[in-house]
T-cell receptor, first 114, second 113 residues
Framework: DAGVIQSPRHEVTEMGQEVTLRCKPI?????LFWYRQTMMRGLELLIY????????DSGMPEDRFSAKMPNASFSTLKIQPSEPRDSAVYFC????????????FGQGTRLTVV | GENVEQHPSTLSVQEGDSAVIKCTYS??????FPWYKQELGKRPQLIID?????GEKKDQRIAVTLNKTAKHFSLHITETQPEDSAVYFC????????????FGKGTLLTVNP
């Protein structure tokens, strides 16, 4: 398996534009997590899915952020409209079970909003 | 929800010395405690984990200890090498209905040759 695949690797966009980040989890994993990493706040869990169902989205910063998982092999994180303070590295991770097994991270998407 | 505190935020050691990073957690129901290593510009990767039914686990130069009563766990790296330089994150999850993997803020470890 190629591991968790995220795209794009880098994204530079202007304030106000819509941004969509994509993630393909490891085949067979039934849990998927979206994290945001910044120097100030570290690794923050934004939302996680179990069997394609959003379980906890309490980490989503505001209504500008939304996430979907239409099937077991694909998830998106959308920011609309984007703001400079959204600049961060966004990681997707997946695991076999929720909570007590290794989470495998993708390579991340570095988002810069100017 | 779970809160994970990690100390120190930075740690500098000489090659060959030991390094210890400590974490505390708040949810007594948490039962899974992984440690991740993140090299500059790369993704976090699991280096060792421990579950609540054991108190210590070793893997070559790396060991983790868990004290459930005190709700703290620690990472120990012996005979440090320059390639151990990275950011290390502790995490906790699995408590009750809270299955979030909550991370500490990370420790920047620098091993000086």
């Amino acid at each position: 398996d190629a591991g968790v695949i995220q795209s794009p690797r880098h994204e530079v966009t202007e304030m106000g534009q819509e941004v969509t980040l994509r993630c393909k989890p490891i085949s067979g994993h039934n849990s998927l997590f979206w994290y945001r990493q910044t120097m100030m706040r570290g690794l923050e869990l934004l939302i996680y899915f179990n069997n394609n169902v959003p379980i906890d989205d309490s980490g989503m910063p505001e209504d500008r952020f939304s996430a979907k998982m239409p099937n077991a092999s694909f998830s998106t994180l959308k920011i609309q409209p984007s703001e400079p303070r959204d600049s961060a590295v966004y990681f997707c991770a997946s695991s076999w079970e929720t909570g007590d097994t290794e989470a495998f991270f993708g390579q991340g998407t570095r988002l810069t909003v100017v | 929800g779970e809160n994970v505190e990690q100390h120190p935020s930075t740690l500098s050691v000489q090659e060959g010395d030991s390094a210890v990073i400590k974490c505390t957690y708040s949810d007594s129901a948490s039962n899974y405690f992984p440690w991740y290593k993140q090299e500059l510009g790369k993704r976090p990767q699991l280096i060792i984990d421990i579950r609540s039914n054991v108190g210590e686990k070793k893997d070559q130069r790396i060991a983790v200890t868990l004290n459930k009563t005190a709700k703290h766990f620690s990472l120990h790296i012996t005979e440090t090498q320059p390639e151990d330089s990275a950011v290390y994150f502790c995490a906790a999850s699995g408590g009750g209905s809270n299955y979030k993997l909550t991370f500490g803020k990370g420790t920047l470890l620098t091993v000086n040759p």
